[in-house]
């Protein structure tokens, strides 16, 4: 898998049927090694071995309803009471970022109020603050450390 813009971590990875699969610990569970994926587990080993934040409040890749259609989102991050810190969108590192994808990230957002937006393909981060009363972003240099 390529090299991204992330510190080294290790990894836990199984063969099967030819098929190389990486331990999420989120998930508590082998997955599917993508691109897609590489950069994903990456971007979990980033928020809490750097940023700091508790795995208990890390969500993985579940079904949220946008329009009568089911979306699926890669990571979110909860507060403790329960509203939403963050949303990240991780594409494979293969593909650009892209107005589309930060309009992708923008309509799960209609749905789900998050503090803060991340987008990476793992070569490329971009991290916006929202603030609602004015309806604007702004963009930040990185995620903030995790505060309770």
């Not at 699969?21 to 990456?42: A, G």
Request: glycine fraction near 2%; aromatic fraction near 14%.
């Amino acid at each position: 898998m390529q090299n991204l813009n992330f510190p080294a971590y290790q990894f836990r990875f199984k063969s099967s049927e030819n098929k190389i699969s990486i331990f999420d610990r989120i998930r508590k569970k082998f997955i599917l090694l993508t691109p897609e994926e590489w950069v994903r587990q990456h971007t979990i080993h980033y928020l809490i071995e750097e940023k700091k934040y508790p795995e208990s409040l890390i969500n993985i890749e579940k079904i949220i309803k946008l329009n009568d259609l089911n979306k699926r989102y890669d990571i979110i991050i909860f507060k403790p009471n329960g509203e939403i810190r963050l949303i990240v969108e991780c594409k494979s590192y293969s593909v650009k970022i892209t107005q589309e994808v930060f309009d992708q990230i923008a309509r799960y957002n209609l749905a789900l109020h998050a503090e803060y937006l991340m987008v990476t393909n793992g070569l490329n981060h971009y991290y916006c603050q929202m603030n609602y009363t004015n309806q604007r972003y702004t963009f930040l240099t990185d995620i903030p450390f995790y505060k309770k």
